[in-house]
């Protein structure tokens, strides 16, 4: 069975933001986005069927550079998982990700490293 992806990806993308000194709105409009971009993650990432009946399992860094617009511009695989059914997913996440949110607080560009993790009960 599949752990909760949510609540998971809701506490290691919070701890993997940089957290910058902003007045008290900003920093609730930046938590509203992240906040929208991990369910966006639960929503999208998809777990193969193929990897889950061999009981494979992975964690993933992949940095995203987010326009104004909210439309993911371009991604690097910091780490791969080692398992090529899943590595060959982050693409495919990231393209239905997008596009997230407008950025909050007018920023022109955002770059920030997304963990991903496939994990099975």
């Known amino acids: 069975m599949l752990k909760n992806f949510g609540t ?3 506490a290691t993308l919070v ?6 000194t902003a007045p008290a709105h900003a920093a609730d409009d930046m938590k509203s ?7 966006s993650v639960a929503k999208n990432q998809r777990y193969p069927r193929s990897a889950i009946a061999r009981e ?8 995203l550079v987010v326009a104004a617009d909210g439309t ?4 690097e695989i910091l780490e791969e998982t080692g398992q090529s059914i899943l590595d ?9 990700m997008s596009p997230l ?3 909050p607080g007018g920023q022109q560009e955002m770059s920030f ?9």
């Open 72 to 75: 993911i511009t371009s991604h």
């Open 56 to 63: 494979i399992e992975g964690k993933a860094k992949v940095r």
């Open 101 to 103: 949110p407008a950025l």
């Open 88 to 96: 060959s997913e982050i693409p495919k996440l990231v393209e239905k």
């Open 8 to 10: 998971f990806l809701l």
């Open 113 to 121: 490293v997304l963990p991903l993790s496939w994990t099975l009960n």
């Open 33 to 39: 986005w992240k906040i929208a971009v991990v369910k």
């Open 15 to 20: 701890m993997s933001f940089a957290l910058a």
